[in-house]
């Protein structure tokens, strides 16, 4: 149970400005190294990245449990945001293509292959970790 079995110690990093996952999640894994926390958690991609590029030694950490895939680039607007100018966004956004070499190493970062229209499923246990942290 949380705050009785484990302390939860967020990384927050960025928050309210646009989110973010890899300054926030290498904090936490900081934190592991250093051995002032017992696990943390990271997007998958992350882990890869940071395994092979020396970041993290494998043979010292492994990996506890792993989640269902989940959408992680949400992009959300006001009511008030005008139409014009989502209906652009979409458009730039939708028109980013893979094969495309510049926008591939944008891709890559993000660790997508395309851009998806946004939707409202798909979240319930990302809402179930939530509640349990007493996050809604």
């Known amino acids: ?21 890899v300054g926030g999640e290498l904090d936490a894994l900081k934190c592991l190294q250093r051995r002032e926390a017992d696990a943390c958690a990271m997007l998958d991609f992350n882990w890869d990245r940071w395994s092979a590029d020396g ?21 959300t607007v006001r009511d008030d945001f005008p139409p014009d100018k989502e209906q652009q966004w979409l458009e730039v956004l939708f028109s980013m293509s893979y094969d495309n070499p510049q926008h591939r ?18 979240f319930d246990a990302l809402a179930e970790a939530s509640a349990l942290q007493g996050e809604n």
């Open 1 to 21: 149970v949380p705050h009785e079995d484990f302390h939860i110690r967020r990384f927050d990093v960025l928050v309210g400005k646009h989110g973010d996952h």
């Open 105 to 122: 190493e944008m891709m890559d970062l993000e660790g997508l292959k395309q851009w998806l229209p946004g939707r409202t499923s798909g």
């Open 55 to 75: 970041t993290i030694n494998p043979d010292e950490l492994r990996i506890l449990a792993t989640t269902d895939k989940f959408d992680h680039c949400v992009f």
